[in-house]
């Protein structure tokens, strides 16, 4: 598990809602990070950082949905909840479009901030997991030579062993010693699991 | 020819007129050459014929009784008294000829002398006489004007069509009736009848205007534009009056229906600018009330926590009532710009004016990415203005000024700037002029307005906007106008465009 | 295993089927979703199944080009059915209808899998234009 400690990142122009939020997640002992721009949050952003977003729409400058774009571009996967002193369904619409995770109109009560606020926070952290487990698949892919990627890959198909020979040009024999390689390396306990973890790391669409 | 002379027989051939003497019998006696012409007889035929024969056969018999009847002592039917008659030509024809007849003086047996005036000709003139008093009666009736002539008393002589149809006059007789006191409206009357003695003493050609109400037979006002001159004889002097009349209640009904609709559009525009802030008024005032809500339930939360932070509830409680104090500031100002429409002229400082709108300005300026500048000139005099007016036509400035600034870039869309690095920056000002006045203006660093569109920028529904209504500089300016002022426009530098209007300054007496 | 369905549950295409043409429109029986049947009426296959299953079954088949929820459904809760709905049609547009202004079932809707929601009244054109565009 992660050592930082989770930070939710509130970026408003406002600055009486800036610091009543602040105060706010304070007094759910939560720790905040509060910045005044989306250009300030852009500058100070760190990927490692776990965490979550609560991020205002309208401001000068960058506007919300800009910096989500920008996040998006950048490959970030923080959770972000907007908030905003003036939305309707149009707005709410493309925020979630954009890959926001919530939206929240102001003002609001707290426990209803909190609450959404503890669910980016414990998204974030499975976001994370699945991460090091795919980054973690990943590195063990790297470790197999491409003869026995070539099992890996035929064999996940469904094929069997004899299949698999016939294909490669090669003996059942040696299929199935790099097969056994495969799975060894690859830490899978099953053909299933095996499968489970190719679609894992699969490109989505 | 027995018992005339010779030299009346002269005195004969030279009238025009045809001369018939005859006898006590009714025999012609003397037939002049006029005679001959007219009936188509050569004297000799008809020297010692019975005047019968230039007769109608009608007459004839008449003529006979007439003569027996004058011989017997009776009443002279025809003497001394000219008619009209009809005769006979020789060739059968019948004409007209007006006869007066006369009995020579002096003549035993009595002689009588006929002159005979041959009336086709005046016949014809009447005829043409009375043609052309049609046709003229033509014309006026077909004129879309009211005509009334009246004589100097105020006598009605002379009514046309239209005049008939405006008063509902109908059958009735309105000839001889007094103009004044029988067509104008009671409340207008004194006014009609200085307007009538003022023509009658006009010296001028000019036609004198005035306008009245008429009352027509059913009641209905109507109100006239009348133009009048006086009838003169020719002596100059004036017999009576003769008024032109056109009829423009319609046209001033529309006029009060217009300045009603631009008063109704005024404030729909006043909507429409208001809903355009809506999105601004809206996220301005949800802010206060976030932060209140948050601080209020943070205090909440931190009070029940073993070692409150006593340092940041006080100070988070004194937020929330700045924060509640913001947020009334916010509801005045909109509700100032909400009021009910009368106009309420007072003195006013315009900076106030000025700042009082100027949060809702400033969120619109974020809205679009800019920055909204104040330059107010310290210790101008006071102006007498509609200070909701006057906030609305900044507003409406102001805004364009934007609009304009993010047209260049691109359509500024929801939530979504478009950057540049520069930023908007829209300057109100306000100056004192040379003399005295206060100057307020709104420039702006957009594109300005291109040539036609300057001409052309405070015409109601011209719009350089894609989604312009148009109406909002045109009621601006009206507001303006109505401040005894003018909304001008000057472009500005380096470049842009700037809206500006001088307000006259109330003279402060020294006391 | 991973046979001719691909990763993403949609259907490939062998080249030549059809293009998708059905509209699916769920919601119990209500004025609302009568309107929504009716603006959609310039579509040439619209079908309002009768049961929740049918709904489902219905959405599962590779002809569908989009769901519309146009009403509450009185047999689930929306985000409930959202969710069923989103795990067998990875890619399947899904509109939800919404009364106007309610954005906190709006969000939670599109956090449930919703493709877009649209509030009706007024945006009748909104929506033909959303389902015109999943046909492509």
Same mark, same amino acid.
């Given at each position: 598990?992660?050592?930082?400690?989770?930070?939710?990142?509130?970026?408003?122009?406002?600055?009486?809602?800036?610091?009543?939020?602040?105060?706010?997640?304070?007094?759910?002992?939560?720790?905040?990070?509060?910045?005044?721009?989306?250009?300030?949050?852009?500058?100070?952003?760190?990927?490692?950082?776990?965490?979550?977003?609560?991020?205002?729409?309208?401001?000068?400058?960058?506007?919300?949905?800009?910096?989500?774009?920008?996040?998006?571009?950048?490959?970030?996967?923080?959770?972000?909840?907007?908030?905003?002193?003036?939305?309707?369904?149009?707005?709410?619409?493309?925020?979630?479009?954009?890959?926001?995770?919530?939206?929240?109109?102001?003002?609001? =009560?707290?426990?209803?901030?909190?609450?959404?606020?503890?669910?980016?926070?414990?998204?974030?952290?499975?976001?994370?997991?699945?991460?090091?487990?795919?980054? =973690?698949?990943?590195?063990?892919?790297?470790?197999?030579?491409?003869?026995?990627?070539?099992?890996?890959?035929?064999?996940?198909?469904?094929?069997?062993?004899?299949?698999?020979?016939?294909?490669?040009?090669?003996?059942?024999?040696?299929?199935?010693?790099?097969?056994?390689?495969?799975?060894?390396?690859?830490?899978?306990?099953?053909?299933?699991?095996?499968?489970?973890?190719?679609?894992?790391?699969?490109?989505?669409? | 020819?027995?018992?005339?002379?010779?030299?009346?027989?002269?005195?004969?051939?030279?009238?025009?007129?045809?001369?018939?003497?005859?006898?006590?019998?009714?025999?012609?006696?003397?037939?002049?050459?006029?005679?001959?012409?007219?009936?188509?007889?050569?004297?000799?035929?008809?020297?010692?014929?019975?005047?019968?024969?230039?007769?109608?056969?009608?007459?004839?018999?008449?003529?006979?009784?007439?003569?027996?009847?004058?011989?017997?002592?009776?009443?002279?039917?025809?003497?001394?008294?000219?008619?009209?008659?009809?005769?006979?030509?020789?060739?059968?024809?019948?004409?007209?000829?007006?006869?007066?007849?006369?009995?020579?003086?002096?003549?035993?047996?009595?002689?009588?002398?006929?002159?005979?005036?041959?009336?086709?000709?005046?016949?014809?003139?009447?005829?043409?006489?009375?043609?052309?008093?049609?046709?003229?009666?033509?014309?006026?009736?077909?004129?879309?004007?009211?005509?009334?002539?009246?004589?100097?008393?105020?006598?009605?002589?002379?009514?046309?069509?239209?005049?008939?149809?405006?008063?509902?006059?109908?059958?009735?007789?309105?000839?001889?009736?007094?103009?004044?006191?029988?067509?104008?409206?009671?409340?207008?009357?004194?006014?009609?009848?200085?307007?009538?003695?003022?023509?009658?003493?006009?010296?001028?050609?000019?036609?004198?205007?005035?306008?009245?109400?008429?009352?027509?037979?059913?009641?209905?006002?109507?109100?006239?534009?009348?133009?009048?001159?006086?009838?003169?004889?020719?002596?100059?002097?004036?017999?009576?009056?003769?008024?032109?009349?056109?009829?423009?209640?319609?046209?001033?009904?529309?006029?009060?229906?217009?300045?009603?609709?631009?008063?109704?559009?005024?404030?729909?525009?006043?909507?429409?600018?208001?809903?355009?802030?809506?999105?601004?008024?809206?996220?301005?005032?949800?802010?206060?009330?976030?932060?209140?809500?948050?601080?209020?339930?943070?205090?909440?939360?931190?009070?029940?926590?073993?070692?409150?932070?006593?340092?940041?509830?006080?100070?988070?409680?004194?937020?929330?009532?700045?924060?509640?104090?913001?947020?009334?500031?916010?509801?005045?100002?909109?509700?100032?710009?909400?009021?009910?429409?009368?106009?309420?002229?007072?003195?006013?400082?315009?900076?106030?004016?000025?700042?009082?709108?100027?949060?809702?300005?400033?969120?619109?300026?974020?809205?679009?990415?800019?920055?909204?500048?104040?330059?107010?000139?310290?210790?101008?005099?006071?102006?007498?203005?509609?200070?909701?007016?006057?906030?609305?036509?900044?507003?409406?400035?102001?805004?364009?000024?934007?609009?304009?600034?993010?047209?260049?870039?691109?359509?500024?869309?929801?939530?979504?700037?478009?950057?540049?690095?520069?930023?908007?920056?829209?300057?109100?000002?306000?100056?004192?002029?040379?003399?005295?006045?206060?100057?307020?203006?709104?420039?702006?660093?957009?594109?300005?307005?291109?040539?036609?569109?300057?001409?052309?920028?405070?015409?109601?529904?011209?719009?350089?906007?894609?989604?312009?209504?148009?109406?909002?500089?045109?009621?601006?300016?009206?507001?303006?106008?109505?401040?005894?002022?003018?909304?001008?426009?000057?472009?500005?530098?380096?470049?842009?465009?700037?809206?500006?209007?001088?307000?006259?300054?109330?003279?402060?007496?020294?006391? | 295993?991973?046979?001719?369905?691909?990763?993403?549950?949609?259907?490939?295409?062998?080249?030549?089927?059809?293009?998708?043409?059905?509209?699916?429109?769920?919601?119990?029986?209500?004025?609302?979703?009568?309107?929504?049947?009716?603006?959609?009426?310039?579509?040439?296959?619209?079908?309002?199944?009768?049961?929740?299953?049918?709904?489902?079954?219905?959405?599962?088949?590779?002809?569908?080009?989009?769901?519309?929820?146009?009403?509450?459904?009185?047999?689930?809760?929306?985000?409930?059915?959202?969710?069923?709905?989103?795990?067998?049609?990875?890619?399947?547009?899904?509109?939800?209808?919404?009364?106007?202004?309610?954005?906190?079932?709006?969000?939670?809707?599109?956090?449930?899998?919703?493709?877009?929601?649209?509030?009706?009244?007024?945006?009748?054109?909104?929506?033909?234009?959303?389902?015109?565009?999943?046909?492509?």
């Amino acid at each position: 598990m992660k050592d930082l400690p989770q930070t939710v990142f509130v970026v408003d122009d406002d600055d009486a809602v800036r610091d009543s939020l602040r105060l706010l997640l304070k007094s759910a002992e939560i720790t905040c990070q509060p910045f005044a721009s989306a250009q300030d949050f852009l500058s100070a952003y760190d990927a490692a950082q776990p965490g979550c977003l609560v991020l205002d729409v309208r401001m000068p400058g960058m506007s919300g949905l800009e910096m989500q774009q920008e996040l998006n571009l950048r490959g970030a996967t923080l959770p972000v909840i907007f908030i905003t002193g003036h939305g309707d369904i149009p707005m709410a619409v493309e925020a979630m479009q954009l890959g926001a995770f919530d939206f929240l109109q102001k003002p609001f =009560r707290d426990q209803e901030l909190l609450d959404r606020v503890h669910r980016a926070l414990a998204r974030d952290m499975d976001n994370r997991a699945r991460l090091r487990h795919t980054d =973690r698949i990943r590195e063990r892919l790297a470790t197999l030579s491409p003869r026995e990627r070539e099992v890996l890959d035929l064999v996940t198909q469904g094929k069997a062993n004899k299949m698999v020979a016939g294909d490669l040009g090669v003996s059942q024999r040696t299929v199935e010693i790099h097969r056994a390689h495969v799975m060894q390396k690859m830490e899978a306990g099953s053909l299933a699991e095996l499968v489970r973890m190719m679609m894992a790391v699969a490109p989505r669409q | 020819m027995g018992g005339v002379s010779t030299d009346v027989l002269a005195l004969l051939e030279a009238t025009l007129d045809a001369v018939v003497i005859m006898d006590d019998r009714g025999r012609i006696s003397a037939f002049n050459r006029s005679a001959e012409e007219m009936f188509g007889y050569r004297a000799a035929d008809a020297l010692g014929r019975n005047v019968n024969m230039l007769m109608t056969s009608a007459d004839r018999g008449a003529h006979d009784d007439h003569l027996r009847r004058y011989l017997g002592g009776g009443e002279p039917h025809i003497l001394g008294k000219g008619r009209d008659v009809r005769v006979r030509h020789r060739d059968g024809s019948e004409f007209s000829v007006f006869l007066s007849v006369g009995r020579i003086p002096n003549t035993e047996p009595p002689q009588f002398v006929g002159y005979l005036h041959d009336t086709s000709l005046r016949r014809k003139a009447l005829a043409t006489l009375e043609r052309e008093r049609q046709l003229n009666r033509l014309y006026l009736d077909l004129a879309q004007v009211m005509l009334v002539a009246t004589d100097r008393a105020g006598t009605i002589q002379l009514v046309n069509q239209r005049a008939v149809r405006v008063l509902k006059l109908g059958d009735g007789d309105i000839m001889g009736r007094n103009w004044i006191d029988s067509c104008v409206a009671p409340d207008d009357r004194p006014v009609a009848r200085n307007a009538f003695r003022a023509l009658l003493m006009n010296s001028s050609d000019e036609p004198l205007t005035c306008d009245y109400h008429v009352r027509a037979s059913d009641g209905e006002d109507r109100f006239i534009t009348w133009r009048g001159v006086a009838l003169r004889d020719t002596d100059e002097v004036a017999t009576g009056v003769l008024l032109s009349g056109e009829d423009v209640t319609d046209q001033r009904r529309a006029e009060s229906e217009a300045h009603r609709a631009l008063e109704r559009m005024n404030s729909v525009s006043r909507l429409a600018t208001m809903g355009e802030m809506a999105a601004g008024i809206s996220h301005e005032l949800n802010q206060p009330l976030a932060a209140i809500a948050n601080y209020a339930q943070a205090c909440a939360r931190l009070l029940r926590l073993p070692a409150p932070d006593m340092p940041e509830i006080s100070g988070a409680l004194e937020q929330v009532s700045g924060q509640a104090l913001r947020a009334g500031e916010i509801i005045r100002r909109i509700r100032s710009l909400v009021r009910n429409e009368d106009v309420r002229r007072e003195l006013q400082d315009i900076n106030e004016l000025i700042r009082d709108v100027h949060a809702l300005l400033a969120s619109d300026a974020r809205v679009h990415d800019g920055r909204l500048e104040l330059d107010l000139t310290p210790a101008l005099p006071r102006v007498t203005v509609d200070g909701v007016q006057i906030q609305q036509v900044l507003m409406n400035l102001v805004h364009n000024a934007f609009e304009a600034q993010a047209g260049e870039l691109g359509r500024v869309e929801r939530g979504r700037e478009v950057r540049n690095g520069a930023g908007f920056e829209v300057r109100i000002a306000t100056r004192p002029t040379e003399g005295g006045d206060v100057e307020v203006s709104v420039s702006d660093l957009g594109p300005g307005l291109a040539g036609d569109a300057e001409q052309r920028i405070f015409e109601p529904f011209f719009t350089t906007k894609p989604t312009g209504t148009g109406l909002g500089l045109a009621i601006s300016r009206s507001i303006i106008k109505a401040h005894d002022a003018r909304l001008g426009y000057r472009a500005n530098q380096p470049r842009g465009a700037c809206f500006f209007f001088v307000l006259p300054a109330h003279l402060e007496t020294t006391q | 295993m991973l046979g001719s369905e691909s990763i993403d549950g949609s259907a490939t295409n062998g080249g030549g089927a059809p293009r998708a043409r059905t509209v699916i429109v769920a919601g119990q029986s209500s004025q609302r979703t009568r309107e929504v049947l009716q603006a959609l009426r310039g579509f040439t296959h619209v079908i309002w199944p009768t049961s929740l299953e049918a709904t489902l079954e219905q959405t599962g088949s590779a002809d569908v080009a989009c769901l519309v929820i146009a009403d509450d459904l009185h047999e689930e809760p929306l985000d409930e059915f959202l969710q069923v709905a989103r795990e067998l049609r990875r890619n399947l547009p899904i509109f939800v209808i919404t009364d106007p202004d309610d954005v906190a079932e709006a969000v939670s809707a599109m956090r449930h899998g919703a493709t877009a929601v649209i509030e009706i009244p007024p945006s009748y054109a909104a929506l033909r234009d959303e389902v015109a565009r999943a046909m492509q």
